[in-house]
């Protein structure tokens, strides 16, 4: 079962990055719609997405369906990470009290869920 919620974990992480990939390509200016939407950055983070959905769907062979969702509740913790690193996003004492939530109810779910 851990190598499946490792899978689990790794779509996470890949899906978090994806959703930094599609908010630099939001900054971006383009000279039509679809010269928006049809953007590498964009495509790519689609793929990525696709991927991070197939690691989900694999992790879920073998994780039960109770511990999924808290896997899944990391995805909050790497997006505010990835954020601060590669947006310069600032993390608010109102975003790290929910972050410490976040990672209180995973630490809480995760004792519960066997």
């Given at each position: 079962m851990i190598k499946f919620a490792l899978i689990m974990l790794t779509g996470t992480f890949i899906a978090s990055v994806s959703q930094i990939v599609l908010k630099?390509?939001?900054e971006k200016e383009y000279p039509s719609k679809i010269a928006?939407?049809?953007?590498?950055?964009?495509?790519g983070a689609y793929v990525f997405f696709f991927g991070a959905s197939l690691c989900s769907m694999l992790g879920y062979r073998a994780v039960p369906l109770s511990i999924g969702p808290i896997l899944e509740a990391t995805g909050y913790i790497w997006v505010a990470i990835l954020g601060k690193i590669f947006l310069g996003e600032k993390i608010s004492k109102k975003k790290?009290?929910?972050?410490?939530?976040?990672?209180?109810?995973?630490?809480?779910?995760s004792l519960g869920a066997r």
């Open positions: 630099k390509a939001a928006e939407y049809l953007n590498p950055m964009v495509m790290g009290l929910g972050l410490v939530v976040i990672i209180a109810g995973i630490i809480i779910a």
